[in-house]
């Protein structure tokens, strides 16, 4: 298959061993990640092509970015050098009552820096078919989001297929800048990903009849905002995660796909939670690799959910597991019982 | 708000990583904890003035116990030095089925060995307005139960309010010991505090109708004990506080107030544990922080109870948590949605 | 009492840290076990002279193995010294949907390449009055056959009980292969001890109405399958643990005894597990520890499923507990309130 | 003794363990530490009254960072929180021929951001007698630079001794700035602290004979650097370490004090370095609490090199040793006998 | 510059944290080497295209080993999967009198087992100008000796300079069999490398006057040596590293190089030892770059020397070190000063 | 060879990891030793039986003392099961200039508290040729200095070879009182064995001519000593350790040897040290082993100084060496190269 192309942020991910709180951690636990990254990784361990487009410092720091992508079998071929500093995100893992905990210290990255004119696009989107952005990246900077805006027009003009999960961070612009911001990348765009909030967030559609908080999902809410959505941007599809927060211990997780004018919910899933970070991200590597792939609508959204559901099992914010892994549970063995 | 003086012991706490067995260890994970200084901890976390009075050897291990008390802001001018060691338990974390345990090698501490001449009242409740001690602390020698009974007499001359945190220990003397000794303070104390077990290891007041070791509370029981807790000595208030142990890994929490002629019972928290120890601790410093600041009686209990499930979160004998974390909860939010 | 003797194969077992996966890992925890070293470990526990009789390399790793066994109170004057190498099982910890994943590097091993000869059983049995063995020792190698056929024979001269897990693994050998041989074995056995699994794929013999990947277990077929047992081998007691696997990080687990004509069922215990390698090996532990002490038969499968219930509370492939404390459990206390 | 007050920055240290290079590391070990902020440590560890003056976000990293501070028992009052982020700095230890290597992420820090408004020195330097800043402070912006001359001048006004450790650092700032904002403050500065290169690197004095690369030092030619100091700026005493790189694991360890119109020189230690991070600035620590003590010049500077030869003996940025410890090498004692 | 294609195998290594002995051992740290693995891994370091060749287990412990190829730049389009293990060393890190030791279970591994066929060399050496396998490779088994000769063919079919590291191992044949079947490659290797007993080990060919055990060096003979080699097989270059070992912890090293018919003696460094395991790696890996980078015979030879000095401050089999922090050492600083 | 009794104290040792200081520690590394329980585990390593006769507390911390002896294969019968604790020491390593630091907290432990009736000397002499007890034994409290002496007439009168360590502890009694209670052991003592200090300490006997602090040794001042110990209690044989500390890192390490009326001396190692705990009781361990094993005094003196040159590069207390291992080194090979 052809390559798929991500292009956004990498961050280090500094965080706690086990459960410590921030003030009580002597150590931190370091992974490299971000949104479009977490994607790339994916779709790396699916076996596809991948290349992951960002900018990092000349340094180890940024150096070990660029290593971690290339130890999971990412193109890291446009991981661009310069700037100043590589982004860096602090996480402290929630269990039950308590919240995981995040305290951002990304402002003035390299990538946050980078310029349009860094990325030679025709370059990078020669031998893909399919581009991934998400609404972190042009909310790094306008100067980024100039990049993005050319980047999905380029990706128009080489015919690739362009999914983009909204992916709203109140830390980097309020609603109302995202909204104007993003409407100029949908036009572009032909598969739009959304978890429960997004949509209301960045173009504030509605779900009615949903209780976010309360753990409760109303199906012919989340159809309303599919609908709402293509209907204002002419996606050829529109997928939405599902996420039921019991604790931060236990979630149910579940998704919906709405595609050739149909409605698709997956299975939910009960799930225990190691590490919840990536988990929507690993939600969009899954529809990608299976939309790709041919599968059926209702089988690539199972496949997507199953996937993101086995992220939730692994540390760090990249999806380690294979096509085989997500299809056995897929097609239903959850039981965990030992592969041997 | 006027400084709270807590009196009591801190030890070493030693336990092996994880879910290790004591057998399997080759190392301890080492934090420094006790019924009375957790209790300080919370408070300074809360933002309060917070003193810790004890005594501790003149060695790095006692300077280490100083340490971890003023690394979270509590004033440790009063823990003294002196005596040969510093008390130590051992804490093997349970799971599932498997109950956690601990082994004391507490006998012959510095805090033990403490005199009722060892401690300037006067001084030390300069500028206070509360004071808190445990069963505990009396526990540890005759000469600390005479130190108690003099820091007692001292408080109300100062007009400090009193709290006690019945905390029976079986390892330390009898229930009948118990009973008389901590019979001697209680004409000193406004707000007592016990779990489902205190009043009867101390007092011999039963809860009718409770079921302990099932996990069944009989809400009837728990106020007929609150009642003939407060007949037979007086107090304000009386808090218990109501576990249910499904299993060492999955707790129900709640608790009860009585006060101003009124029974007040808390929410219920279904809690999978991280750390359990130091969760009445946590309680009553969260009460003392709500009493203080002028909560009502209903959002006293709820504070303390939320403060406490919190507790359960997180590694170690303190509880690390801010005021605004407790009022989250405590407002319903225990979804344990990523804070970023 | 009379001494346990246990054949079989010890591994070095390397495992990530917590739930990481292979592929993350830069480090491995070791801890070196096996079927049958596992249960010699657990009846040492229980204050019983256990003996394991194996072959190791005379090099620093099969050191350790010895080393690790005689920690825990193991006789290991028959950890034999010799041949290539010390086999080796990777396993990643599964959580919730992802499984557990056992990948082995057993081939070549010192136990895999010993013969016959190299065992003395006149002196090995002397003062013992059992014998235990599972299928994964004949399954090492045809040489390895040998010497059980041997042993089994000669457990029988000296006038020992002997038991066998049928532990049937689909690495070592075929379902066909594995019940030509297991036969000629079960002559000599009285006590069978098998997994859900274990009767179909070693002898053909099916557990009617029994859904084991749904975690569904029907007492009516495992009563049948047992019977079936007893009547082709003729032993005197069949065991049968029956998991049921709600995901890798929950599990239902129970067990039945078929003895002296009748069928006993153990009560269920739902498990929150820290590490699942090593239950059916507890309870084989357990259920020789308890015949041999003579309790009652529902005793004995209680005091099995007990133990191999603590078992999965318990890191790495030992069972670390005492008799007193599956006592308790035993006797319904799984609560597990802190034992102080 | 009176308060000493130091002003600068504190910066979270994340360090792979042991030898790991940036590229091998998976997690980092996190310290606190700054020029002025080691040397604020230092002086509490001798028992002295020290605060630490800074900004630090309000998030729960720059609350580590005051933590960090508290446990060690320094005035942390005025460690102000605001701002966006704490400076961040990574360590790579070398060893061998290998140099340690440190890759600076310090821009946008609170500190850095800082105004001259922030500070209230009227009340910081309430009850103290000394003052201390080094050249790194200045370098952090333009504005922090207008708050050290402000600090300067009233620490003047109040009274205080004021020292100053030139440390150059040629990632903040040019040579040629430097100078000229550096020489702004010297008119208030009593002691200057420098190392063997700062001299030529700041004001652009050379040390005629000396070849630092090559570890080489000239006792006349530091004599000279420190009376051509004296002379431009007036200082009551001048310092200087004299550290002689033999690798990155072995150095000679000495320094000189020009003092009352003597030149004084300590003895020489052979150091096996653990840490070398914080060397100077522990110098500068063991040199004020000597001065302050009122031992004899020469005692002073032995004192300073003492404690600053432990210094590389000891993990992170911080000097923990006591002053009977400093006292106990600089009588001799380095033999290095276990205490017991 | 073109790509440099290195054959041979690859191992998973463990090893005990810090100096602890295999028996005392809870956990191994995991690192994947081998001799030609860690040269591609230098050589990719110093920013070249160099591709590692060789057979991994389809499983996830031989993806982890192209997992940290990878991660390190490695082209591992030829890293073949297929086979059942791969091979495994045990290290256990000396110190001052106690050796490092190393434990091999190695035998049967995927490289081990393969055959000619499996590598098709016109497709590998495509786009290469050098070839380099080791005494290692041969010597896994007579299959591979047949795979190294028909590489040692192609590559000079295809016009590559071939290097070989004579690197004999005497777990894995005896003198004899190496001299017999070493004596075959040698026709077509333009650079022959050796250590101080190669060459006798190999080829019978002794260095006169040079007592290794004792770690004195005598220059004549090495020369002497190098002649012979050049003299017997026609090498273009013959390189000779010189280890002088006065304990685990402090090594000599240096190194001889005879080229246009020159002798070329190294500097010699005096090495604090971190991890010397791969020591000889890095020289070859560094005097491949050295030599393809047109430096002079001199240059070529300090380059190699200076860059393997500073792997013996690396963990791991690696040496992760770049061009321009090999060129500073070799410009003759090797201070250790920090760098900031 | 017939066994060896070692009578004395275990303690739970508890190290900071790596040189952190104490008050730096969040964790601390756990082993088991003691002077005694060290000599056991030396003889045990070298394929002696080795019985351990001390009382450890009934509870898991005791038991992980028992187990650790176990697991390096020492006879445990003889440790008893009672008393209240196990005594701790805590370590902190030291490093270059800074002295490793201990912090004893043995005071009330099981094996003070042990009575003389407690052992059996008939039952656990049984199969014995020699015994081995030092000063801290006695010191540890009146009542085990009766069960001492009662053990050295037992031990005469079954026969056994005698040998004691002087091993004056400070911290546990007066140079007079040990003086006094070690003199009436003397009597039964065939070897003494003493390092620098111990004979002025214990008897007042001074090395003439010898500086300690400064790590000189005079031959003929050591000469002096061990004629005096032998004209005053009539040993067989004297033994001296020379420790020549040059800082926490390096030390010279010898030893005297005086019997059959000559003096010998050994060759002298420069130790880079990892972990010098326990190295006195290493050199007993080979000491006991080559004078059962009938090596000549010269050698039977370099046996043990060689051990006990290898302890100092093991971490914990005990000396993990072979027999073959240390003939090596004594053979001269200290190069420290590796062995595959």
Same mark, same amino acid.
């Given at each position: 298959?052809?390559?798929?192309?991500?292009?956004?942020?990498?961050?280090?991910?500094?965080?706690?061993?086990?459960?410590?709180?921030?003030? $009580?951690? $002597? @150590?931190?636990?370091?992974?490299?990640?971000?949104? &479009?990254?977490?994607?790339?990784?994916?779709?790396?361990?699916?076996?596809?092509? @991948?290349?992951?487009?960002?900018?990092?410092?000349?340094?180890?720091?940024?150096?070990?970015?660029?290593?971690?992508?290339?130890?999971?079998?990412?193109?890291?071929?446009?991981?661009?050098?310069?700037?100043?500093?590589?982004?860096?995100?602090?996480? +402290?893992? !929630?269990?039950?009552?308590?919240?995981?905990?995040?305290?951002?210290?990304?402002?003035?990255?390299?990538?946050?820096?980078?310029?349009?004119?860094?990325?030679?696009?025709?370059?990078?989107?020669? !031998?893909?078919?399919?581009?991934?952005?998400?609404?972190?990246?042009?909310?790094?900077?306008?100067? %980024?989001?100039?990049?993005?805006?050319?980047?999905?027009?380029?990706?128009?003009?080489? /015919?690739?297929?362009?999914?983009?999960?909204?992916?709203?961070?109140?830390?980097?612009?309020?609603? &109302?800048?995202?909204? #104007?911001?993003?409407?100029?990348?949908?036009?572009?765009?032909?598969?739009?990903?959304?978890? +429960?909030?997004? @949509?209301?967030?960045?173009?504030?559609?509605?779900?009615?009849?949903?209780?976010? &908080?309360?753990?409760?999902?109303?199906?012919?809410?989340?159809?309303? %905002?599919?609908?709402?959505?293509?209907?204002?941007? /002419?996606?050829?599809?529109?997928?939405?995660?599902?996420?039921?927060?019991?604790?931060?211990?236990?979630?149910?997780?579940?998704?919906?796909?709405?595609? *050739?004018? &149909?409605?698709?919910?997956?299975?939910?899933?009960?799930?225990?939670?190691?590490?919840?970070?990536?988990?929507? *991200?690993?939600?969009?590597?899954?529809?990608?690799?299976?939309? #790709?792939?041919?599968?059926?609508?209702?089988?690539?959204?199972?496949?997507?959910?199953?996937?993101?559901?086995?992220?939730?099992?692994?540390?760090?914010?990249?999806?380690?597991?294979?096509?085989?892994?997500?299809?056995?549970?897929?097609?239903?063995?959850?039981?965990?019982?030992? $592969?041997?």
């Amino acid at each position: 298959m052809k390559k798929v192309v991500c292009f956004g942020e990498i961050m280090l991910r500094l965080a706690p061993a086990g459960y410590l709180r921030f003030e $009580q951690a $002597q @150590a931190f636990e370091a992974v490299y990640g971000g949104g &479009e990254a977490n994607v790339a990784v994916s779709l790396a361990n699916y076996g596809l092509d @991948a290349a992951f487009v960002t900018k990092v410092p000349d340094n180890p720091i940024g150096q070990s970015a660029v290593n971690e992508m290339r130890r999971y079998g990412v193109d890291t071929s446009y991981m661009l050098k310069g700037g100043s500093r590589l982004g860096i995100y602090f996480l +402290e893992k !929630g269990a039950s009552q308590r919240p995981s905990k995040v305290v951002y210290d990304r402002a003035h990255s390299s990538i946050g820096a980078a310029k349009k004119e860094d990325f030679n696009w025709d370059e990078i989107f020669a !031998g893909a078919d399919w581009f991934h952005f998400t609404g972190i990246t042009p909310a790094l900077g306008d100067n %980024v989001a100039e990049a993005v805006l050319e980047s999905c027009k380029k990706a128009k003009e080489h /015919g690739l297929t362009v999914s983009c999960d909204l992916n709203f961070r109140k830390n980097l612009w309020t609603s &109302e800048k995202a909204g #104007k911001v993003m409407a100029t990348f949908m036009p572009y765009v032909d598969v739009a990903i959304a978890n +429960e909030e997004d @949509a209301e967030k960045v173009f504030g559609i509605k779900a009615h009849g949903t209780d976010i &908080e309360g753990g409760k999902l109303s199906h012919e809410g989340y159809k309303d %905002v599919a609908k709402q959505l293509k209907e204002r941007f /002419g996606f050829k599809a529109v997928a939405i995660t599902l996420r039921g927060s019991i604790s931060a211990s236990d979630n149910n997780w579940a998704a919906m796909l709405y595609k *050739d004018d &149909e409605y698709y919910f997956s299975r939910n899933y009960a799930i225990h939670i190691v590490d919840r970070v990536g988990g929507g *991200d690993s939600f969009g590597g899954g529809l990608i690799y299976a939309l #790709k792939s041919g599968m059926s609508n209702q089988d690539s959204l199972e496949f997507a959910v199953a996937a993101s559901c086995l992220k939730h099992s692994i540390e760090g914010d990249h999806n380690h597991v294979s096509v085989s892994e997500v299809k056995t549970l897929m097609a239903g063995d959850g039981s965990g019982r030992v $592969q041997r």
